[in-house]
């Protein structure tokens, strides 16, 4: 009999409980979970966790791992007592703005298949008989929703585990971590030494502590967050009893930061109102494990009532009975906050077999464990992780200060209405190019992302929108959709197309990837054939063995042993890190700080750049996907042949130092011909009409290229590489799904994304990216649909209303590839 890893997992909270639950599911029963506290009330955040779990999310990701959580929770029991209690949903709008944003939150849970319905004030106060009507407009009403009784599934999950060989021991505190080779070897705890072949540290809100221990960043912060119960509410008595404890939907009010669940006749509240209260570990209350319990807990720090008091007032004038009652008892709970929000899952970069699973709520807690258990025994999660990989940040993003002043502002806006483009108003300028002062001078209008400093339009271009002819003369916009937008972007695009604008490619991740080894390396990791001439660019996949898509880069051979990959981010970086062979004869190199883009693009790109070189610029002399040294002005450049946004033209690649030069040598050269610096709003919109995906947003690992429309880069004959034998069989024609190309036919209507798509009425897939596309006068969405012919009719699902649209051929925009090859 074979057998299977020796796996430690930290924290017998509810993920380390799920987790070995889930691996001694798939038949890993080597597995051993220690706790610091006594089990299984630990000490720890779900130890005194009130457990409301609201699926809905932004994230498709996240609302599946809590719908996974809801599935499992209901299917267990302590002795016949619940560990889901599936009293519903709801969360009430008491302004105009929440109750929009409601509609537009039901919309995501019909994207991702939760069942959930806007309902007025009535109907608000029958599903939850305390609350006052008066004080409400409407709520979402979520049936599927409810209680997680987190601490008890710990103990049902416990049993489970341990009746598959699971072991766990309490009062047992992880000091070190053994390792040989760059590999664990086991952990050293108080009493002893634990061997091990893989760690998974789901250390909750001790988990910056426990990476420290291999010198992993785990990006978290934890904050206290107010938790009172009240006294008796006359209303409850006699309504529950401490086995049902509660019978009314959840609740939330988000206006006012708070939410509430029943306690038999109690009340509990919960507040994100107050301050952020960061918490140092040192600052933990010292409990011992005889007076551990849910009146004492490291996790639980003292109340301060000031905090709450705003709270209070609130919460007495959503639900009347309140002003009867008292608060009983409160504490100040704590838990992990992140930079964006999103969970850290993943292994360490340089130990490897060491893992983490952390900043996970209740909620999520199930599906974040299967996904973990599905990547150390399968090698890759069926649900798509890019948004809870903790690769995913920047180098700059899990410096101490940036963790520490993010994750508290996630506190701070946790239930605000947040636009899809709204940006953080700190930190801000982390990560200029060096076209930064000129973006300025144009008045560029900048929005971050990974700390960089990106235009989506120039201010200095306003003057061109009363230019623009009548056909490319954009519709007013609905409030929503203005946002963080501007007409100009109109012009902008209308520039690209007829005469030649510089966007700044500086943010896209540039890697080099050099050494003997580079060619083999890169023909293993990516679909398309790069044993090609030297000055080459490839567009091609970083599939996972499942044929998923992980990435679409491009790969341009600068010399025999040396390529430039353009990549998506960070975790392309880290993929290529890990994939590259151990012998050294590969070397990868993030080059995207020391270097500089800038694309160069439109019908008159040529006679902008050409008269600048002494090098061949011309369609024979540097033909379409193509690069070559060359210069410009003066300056040394790499020119790759392609376009984003689908013109003709050329990125445009120089070091940093130089970069500020060669802007502004292009833009005096360009004066004549009319060139406009043009941002990234202009940018979204053109590369959607040419129907060029955006990796993440439009496709993830949960697709294959043939259904993403990106099957074209997939080059089987060329033999071996990761992926290949998965899509064996399948090709455009098999698909049963697939990334749809959307026309609105009211010409005007510009949806964001994330939005559901009826087919027949019914629900059958949803937006990915989308934008409104200038060239063809008529707003363009992408969305995942069942295969379905070219003409059908479909409605987007925009906040209350429904927006037709139609299935199109694409690109929408130049398909003979006339505007780029000449
Ligand atoms: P924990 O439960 O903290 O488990 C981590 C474990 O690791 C602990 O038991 C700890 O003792 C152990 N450990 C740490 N270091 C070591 C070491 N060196 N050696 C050995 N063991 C170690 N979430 C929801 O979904 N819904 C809610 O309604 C909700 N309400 C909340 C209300 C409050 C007041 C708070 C504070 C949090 C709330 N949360 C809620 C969040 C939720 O409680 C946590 O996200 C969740 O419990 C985290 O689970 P975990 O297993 O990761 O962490
Ligand atoms: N530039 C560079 N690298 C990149 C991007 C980029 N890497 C990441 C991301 N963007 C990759 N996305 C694309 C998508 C489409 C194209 C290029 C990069 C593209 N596609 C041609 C097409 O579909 O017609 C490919 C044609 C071909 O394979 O010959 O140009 O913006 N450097």
């Known amino acids: 009999m074979s057998t299977t890893p020796r796996v430690v997992i930290i924290g017998a909270g509810i993920v380390g409980a799920n987790l070995a639950d889930e691996l001694t599911g798939r038949g890993w029963t080597r597995v051993t979970v220690l706790d610091q506290g006594p089990l299984p009330l630990t000490g720890g955040s779900t130890s005194h966790a009130p457990g409301l779990v609201f699926q809905t999310n932004a994230s498709k990701t996240m609302t599946e791992f809590a719908t996974y959580t809801v599935e499992k929770l209901l299917g267990l029991d302590v002795d016949g007592a619940w560990c889901f209690n599936q009293v519903g949903g709801l969360e009430v709008a008491t302004t105009p703005e929440r109750l929009a944003d409601l509609h537009r939150k039901q919309g995501w849970a019909t994207s991702w298949g939760v069942p959930g319905e806007v309902v007025g004030p009535e109907e608000c106060a029958r599903l939850h008989p305390l609350l006052d009507p008066e004080q409400v407009l409407g709520g979402l009403h979520t049936p599927t929703d409810g209680l997680a009784k987190a601490s008890r599934a710990v103990v049902a999950l416990m049993r489970r585990a341990g009746s598959r060989g699971a072991e766990f021991r309490g009062s047992t505190r992880v000091v070190g971590i053994n390792q040989a080779g760059g590999r664990v070897t086991g952990v050293q705890t108080t009493h002893g030494e634990v061997p091990a072949d893989i760690v998974v540290s789901c250390g909750g809100f001790w988990g910056r502590e426990l990476g420290e221990l291999v010198g992993m960043r785990v990006p978290l912060l934890p904050l206290a967050h107010q938790y009172v119960r009240t006294g008796q509410v006359a209303e409850l008595v006699g309504r529950n009893d401490d086995e049902i404890e509660a019978r009314m939907p959840i609740l939330r009010q988000q206006d006012q930061d708070l939410y509430y669940r029943e306690h038999n006749d109690c009340i509990g509240i919960g507040s994100y109102a107050h301050r952020p209260m960061p918490v140092r570990l040192t600052d933990l209350p010292e409990v011992d494990d005889d007076d551990m319990g849910e009146a004492a807990m490291p996790s639980m720090l003292p109340f301060t009532e000031e905090d709450f008091a705003p709270s209070w007032e609130h919460s007495r004038l959503l639900l009347p009975s309140l002003r009867e009652a008292k608060i009983e008892t409160g504490f100040n709970g704590i838990f992990s906050f992140t930079p964006d929000g999103g969970p850290l899952i993943g292994e360490s970069p340089e130990v490897a077999g060491f893992w983490i699973a952390e900043a996970v709520w209740v909620t999520h807690s199930s599906g974040v464990a299967r996904a973990v258990a599905q990547l150390l025994v399968d090698g890759r999660s069926e649900i798509e992780l890019h948004g809870c990989d903790v690769a995913r940040f920047d180098e700059i993003q899990t410096t101490d200060a940036y963790v520490d002043e993010t994750s508290q502002r996630n506190f701070v806006e946790i239930y605000d209405v947040l636009h899809p483009l709204q940006p953080r108003e700190s930190p801000r300028n982390l990560r200029v190019s060096p076209f930064h002062a000129r973006q300025q001078e144009l008045g560029a209008f900048f929005l971050e ?146 270097t500089c883009c800038i694309g160069v693009w439109g019908p008159l790109a040529r006679d902008l750049v050409q008269p600048l070189s002494p090098d061949d610029f011309s369609h024979e002399g540097l033909k379409y996907f193509r690069a070559r040294a060359a210069q410009i002005a003066g300056i040394p450049v790499t020119a790759m042949r392609l376009s984003y946004v689908g013109e003709l033209g050329w990125e445009i690649y120089t070091s940093a130092e130089y970069g500020q030069k060669l802007w502004d040598v292009l833009w005096e050269a360009g004066r004549p011909l009319g060139v406009i610096a043009a941002g990234r709003a202009a940018f979204n919109s053109l590369r959607l009409e040419k129907g060029y995906r955006a990796w993440g947003t439009d496709m993830t690992t949960e697709h294959n290229p043939y259904e993403a429309g990106v099957g074209f880069a997939v080059r089987p004959q060329k033999g071996e590489f990761v992926g290949r034998d998965a899509l064996a069989g399948l090709g455009d024609d098999s698909v049963t799904r697939r990334l749809t190309c959307l026309t609105v036919d009211d010409g005007r209507s510009v949806v964001l994304g994330h939005e559901p798509v009826l087919l027949d009425g019914r629900p059958a897939g949803y937006v990915t990216s989308a934008a409104f596309g200038h060239s063809i006068g008529t707003p363009v969405a992408y969305a995942w649909l069942p295969a379905v012919e070219i003409g059908t009719s479909v409605e987007i699902q925009y906040f209350d209303r429904r927006v037709r649209a139609t299935v199109s051929a694409e690109p929408l925009v130049d398909p003979e590839m006339a505007r780029i090859r000449r």
């Open 449 to 594: 992302s990974h700390g960089w400093e990106r235009p989506h339009w120039y201010e200095a271009n306003a003057h061109l929108v009363d230019e623009l002819p009548a056909e490319w003369q954009p519709p007013a916009r609905d409030a929503w959709s203005a946002m963080f937008h501007s007409p100009i972007a109109a012009a902008e695009a209308w520039r690209t197309r007829t005469a030649v604008a510089l966007y700044d490619m500086t943010p896209l991740t540039r890697i080099e990837v050099a050494g003997p080894g580079a060619l083999a390396f890169l023909e293993r990791l990516t679909t398309g054939k790069m044993d090609k001439s030297v000055g080459s660019v490839t567009y091609t996949l970083a599939l996972d063995e499942a044929g998923g898509i992980r990435s679409d880069l491009t790969v341009a051979r600068l010399a025999e042993d040396r390529f430039q990959v353009g990549a998506n981010g960070r975790l392309d970086l880290d993929h290529l890190r890990r994939q590259a062979p151990g012998d050294h004869t590969v070397q990868i190199r993030d080059i995207t700080g020391g």
